[in-house]
């Protein structure tokens, strides 16, 4: 999950950070028999939702690679379902492909050919929270993530990503499971923009901020 895109006059602003407790390496093993409703423990949890994402690659056919993906299960996130945690790559863009080849990361960590490592981390208080048609959502919603970064060295929620998620039958923001302090939206569409936790910059500057929908300001309500 990714918060959506807001412009400013200095461009698109994203929030893609992530918390989580890692707790298995980067392999995929061979699907296995696990069932849904068997899903008693962190490993059952990333089994089932590795082999679930297997499947929709293979089904589904998303041009995603799982050699170079981490992935682990978050007890503290409140936030988020989940998430792909990634290296930063400048000057990456949506719709423009990186050459693995030749990318270095904003630390200077060259490529070696392949994408570098991003980490898939499951929320566990959301797969508690939610049903399986929810959670089977969440899980092609970061397919869609994953999918963009390994293609374009970065992800958001803009037009090319409604349409993928709109492809997999996958929600464009996830569903929350805990209540935000503020939700802000589109004051000419009234779609959802972001859902913030605290008190923070987007929510006392909010008029400085428009919309990537319509352009527009964003007004700030207070649910409850």
Do not use: N
Request: hydrophobic share 30%.
């Amino acid at each position: 999950m990714d918060s959506s895109p807001l412009r400013t006059s200095g461009g698109t602003v994203t929030d893609e950070s992530a918390v989580g407790e890692s707790t298995t390496g980067d392999a995929v093993p061979a699907e296995s028999t696990a069932e849904y409703d068997d899903i008693d423990t962190q490993d059952d949890l990333l089994t089932w939702s590795r082999d679930y994402c297997k499947r929709v690659r293979r089904e589904r056919f998303v041009d995603v690679r799982f050699d170079t993906v981490e992935w682990e299960v978050s007890t503290r996130a409140k936030r988020r379902a989940a998430a792909v945690k990634r290296p930063k790559i400048p000057a990456a863009e949506i719709g423009t492909e990186t050459d693995w080849d030749a990318v270095e990361t904003a630390g200077g960590r060259e490529a070696d050919g392949r994408p570098f490592t991003a980490t898939i981390s499951l929320t566990w208080g959301a797969f508690e929270a939610f049903d399986r048609d929810e959670w089977e959502s969440v899980l092609r919603h970061e397919l869609v993530h994953l999918e963009q970064y390994q293609r374009f060295g970065t992800t958001d929620h803009g037009s090319a990503f409604k349409s993928r998620a709109d492809d997999l039958d996958a929600d464009v923001h996830c569903p929350v499971f805990t209540d935000p302090k503020y939700v802000l939206r589109c004051r000419d569409c009234g779609a959802l923009v972001a859902r913030r936790y605290r008190d923070c910059k987007l929510v006392s500057e909010a008029d400085s901020y428009r919309s990537s929908c319509c352009g527009a300001a964003l007004s700030v309500e207070q649910p409850g």
